[in-house]
């Protein structure tokens, strides 16, 4: 692997291999002291010109437990403001002996412009645009698969607004490379303007959907997408579109919910569905360490 | 024949030229013929011409001898963004593309919406070694709001007027500008782009678009002020020039408007006839351009349109940007690619040399209002604006080599067929066996 921008990069095996180191780091974590010494002496930086917690909280967490060295820049606090470029930017950072850049930014594309600047470092996607959040698929895959045993044959259903998420995007390209059948749920203003090659059912009605589900993935719709922008109200789009109690009450018994956080309560989900053992919510942000650990580590353990 | 030889300063060269060995193209047919040209202007063109005392003989065995071609759609960048390009730079950038004279594009900064400006950039041009026109702004500060001073331009010899860089969105103010313009014999041209349809879109809205997560601008966004201002044409009976289609629906538009009788001319780009939205991948932003670069049934509308005369003109829209400006994310990143030195080969390759000529020389020389002196056709007693142009010649474009002051070139590292050899503007060889003769 030389970065991970894509899901696209790795294909089903690349998946399967990140999801299978990642099982063994997910042990890590459960022993008294978890950190081991894979990645000492190497340095790790994220470089978040969007703000995120969660995100740059987790793969700092990632790296230091295989004992790399984290840098830590964030671009409210940089040259940035004092208007270097982004690529000026990276060729400092870079200089600075990393060798690997976990790029966070509000435009799509933005690390695979960095992946072509930077002279031997590993670019990882930390979330560009509307495009693409790998890591995050990643460990939807590797939560639902801890839950349900096979993503092979699953019937997903990733329900809100896929036209802005770049979590959507990713999670499509791993399902369907894992085998997952994926369906679409959405007010048509809140998909892609085209889905032509998505290897996707889109259906208009949640309710008649939610039976056949073994995964809902829902989405964060962000207040100002349902403030008259994109759909009337988020009342409305709650009435439609939100997982609501009676709506979980539809679900089989087996199935399972997921959500990238952050959760906006009472809005895609209702407050006592995020509660609910089949929703793995938490699940997901203890995975993500192990995932984002098995990424790293796969960029980096065997080089240099 | 009476020349307007505008260039006050005559370039040093060889005065006296003969072009032999080629085979003479113009709006009359194909022949073969050797051209001499003498104190800028065609004095034989035939077989066997003799050739005068001390002339310079220039080969063009192989090679076709054209009129000059014009651009109606150069962003020359000064006065104001001169680290981009200027009117000297463009114009060497233009004469290595085999153009005789440019239409220089009001969106500089001032823009052209003055006698002041446009007399300020017709002064530069006077030592370009192109004839270098311009166009003036259709409203002040191409802001959209009231009319710039289109008669006191006209009076200077602008003959084309546009917002281009934005389309005039006032549909009303479009009217009134149309009605204005009717009077005074000249051209709007417009840049048609629906403001709130394009909402910000940094690339074709479509499967790509859809799939990279970037904002898309719809086809519609065009097509909506192309059949705006078609109707708008039909009413006012103004001369009405579409710049730079992109899209099917916008030459469907275009075909019925002239099959209707409506004085309408249509322009595309080489790029738009070359590159399609799947450029766009990679995410470099030398492939964000507006309108911006759309379908492959887009692609093939258009290369069908110059071919059957739908689109008159194929011009350039060549828009400079610093390295710096579009080293940025997508999203970001200045619309625009250089297109002077590559639009002839980029044209061939898709529609031909003939239908290349006619849609980059003597259609767009009658548009701008320069057909006394560029265009051809190529007979005793014209203009001498000539290009020679090896259309078996294979090269590869090097950004590093371009004479454009900037570097985003969309056909960097790209092999092209057919290659400007020399170009003679007003009697003077400033092109060379394809290097400038500074």
């Known amino acids: 692997m030389t970065h991970l921008l894509s899901i696209a990069d790795l294909g089903r095996e690349g998946i399967e291999e990140v999801l299978k180191v990642a099982e063994a780091f997910a042990e890590v974590e459960r022993r008294p002291i978890p950190k081991v010494p894979t990645l000492r002496g190497r340095a790790v930086a994220t470089l978040f010109f969007e703000e995120s917690t969660r995100t740059r909280l987790s793969f700092e967490t990632a790296a230091k437990r295989l004992s790399a060295d984290v840098l830590s820049f964030s671009a409210g606090s940089s040259s940035v403001k004092k208007g270097e470029s982004i690529r000026d930017t990276v060729e400092t950072i870079e200089a600075m002996g990393m060798d690997a850049l976990i790029v966070r930014h509000a435009s799509a594309g933005v690390p695979a412009q960095v992946s072509r600047w930077v002279r031997r470092c590993k670019v990882v996607n930390g979330g560009d645009g509307w495009h693409e959040h790998p890591t995050q698929a990643l460990l939807d895959c590797f939560t639902v698969r801890q839950s349900v045993g096979s993503i092979d044959?699953?019937?997903?259903?990733?329900?809100?607004?896929?036209?802005?998420?770049?979590v959507a995007r990713s999670q499509v390209l791993a399902y369907d490379a894992l085998g997952a059948s994926v369906t679409l749920v959405a007010p048509g203003s809140l998909l892609p303007p085209s889905l032509e090659g998505w290897p996707v059912t889109v259906v208009d009605d949640l309710d008649a959907a939610l039976p056949d589900a073994d995964v809902v993935s829902l989405l964060r719709l962000q207040a100002e997408r349902g403030s008259g922008a994109f759909v009337p109200s988020l009342r409305e789009y709650t009435a439609h579109w939100g997982l609501t109690a009676q709506r979980a009450a539809r679900l089989h018994p087996g199935a399972v919910v997921t959500h990238p956080g952050p959760m906006i309560r009472g809005v895609e989900i209702a407050g006592d569905v995020a509660d609910l053992p089949q929703a793995l919510v938490t699940r997901q942000v203890t995975n993500g360490v192990a995932v984002r650990m098995a990424v790293l580590f796969l960029l980096l353990g065997g080089a240099g | 024949m009476t020349l307007q030889m505008k260039s006050t300063v005559r370039r040093s060269g060889p005065r006296v030229l003969v072009l032999r060995g080629g085979e003479v193209v113009d709006a009359d047919g194909r022949r073969r013929a050797d051209v001499v040209v003498?104190?800028?202007?065609v004095t034989a063109v035939g077989t066997g011409v003799a050739v005068p005392p001390g002339a310079t003989v220039l080969d063009a065995g192989g090679c076709v001898v054209a009129p000059g071609l014009v651009d109606l759609h150069a962003h020359l960048r000064q006065p104001g963004r001169e680290e981009a390009e200027t009117v000297e730079t463009g114009a060497w950038a233009a004469a290595l593309g085999g153009y005789s004279a440019v239409v220089a594009m009001p969106n500089t900064e001032p823009a052209i919406d003055s006698a002041a400006v446009a007399t300020e950039v017709l002064a530069l041009g006077?030592?370009?070694?192109?004839?270098?026109?311009?166009?003036?702004?259709?409203?002040?500060g191409r802001a959209g709001e009231r009319l710039?001073?289109?008669?006191?331009?006209?009076?200077?010899?602008?003959?084309?007027?546009?917002?281009?860089?934005?389309?005039?969105?006032?549909?009303?103010?479009?009217?009134r500008a149309m009605d204005y313009a009717r009077g005074l014999g000249v051209i709007l041209a417009q840049h048609c782009e629906d403001a709130r349809l394009a909402g910000g879109g940094s690339m074709h809205e479509g499967p790509w678009s859809s799939r990279l997560g970037l904002p898309g601008v719809p086809a519609a966004a065009e097509e909506a002020m192309v059949a705006r201002d078609l109707v708008l044409a039909r009413d006012s009976r103004c001369r009405l020039h579409l710049l730079h289609l992109s899209t099917a629906g916008s030459v469907a538009l275009v075909r019925q408007a002239k099959l209707a009788g409506v004085a309408v001319t249509a322009e595309a780009t080489p790029h738009h006839l070359a590159l399609?939205?799947?450029?766009?991948?990679?995410?470099d932003p030398v492939f964000k351009v507006n309108p911006p670069l759309r379908s492959e049934a887009d692609v093939t509308a258009l290369r069908g349109a110059v071919g059957d005369g739908t689109v008159d003109v194929v011009a350039t829209d060549h828009a400079p940007h610093a390295p710096e400006a579009k080293d940025v994310p997508f999203d970001e990143a200045p619309?625009?690619?250089?297109?002077?030195?590559?639009?002839?080969?980029?044209?061939?390759?898709?529609v031909g040399l003939e239908r290349a000529l006619a849609a980059m020389s003597w259609q767009p020389a009658a548009i701008a209002g320069l057909a006394d002196r560029h265009g051809g056709p190529v007979a005793a007693g014209a203009a001498a604006n000539l290009c020679v142009v090896d259309p078996q010649a294979r090269w590869t474009v090097d950004p590093a080599t371009l004479a454009s002051r900037s570097r985003n070139t969309p056909f960097a590292g790209r092999t092209l067929t057919g290659r400007l050899r020399h170009t003679i503007s007003r009697g003077v060889a400033v092109v060379i066996d394809g290097e400038a003769q500074r």
């Open chain 1, 153 to 166: 044959g699953l019937r997903v259903l990733i329900v809100g607004d896929i036209r802005h998420s770049r």
């Open chain 2, 38 to 41: 003498e104190d800028g202007v």
């Open chain 2, 126 to 140: 006077r030592t370009a070694p192109v004839e270098v026109a311009v166009a003036g702004a259709i409203t002040v």
């Open chain 2, 148 to 175: 710039a001073p289109m008669a006191e331009l006209a009076a200077l010899g602008v003959r084309i007027f546009t917002d281009d860089g934005a389309g005039v969105q006032d549909g009303a103010l479009m009217r």
């Open chain 2, 276 to 283: 399609t939205d799947a450029a766009c991948a990679t995410f």
């Open chain 2, 335 to 350: 619309p625009g690619m250089l297109g002077l030195e590559t639009a002839l080969a980029v044209t061939m390759e898709a």
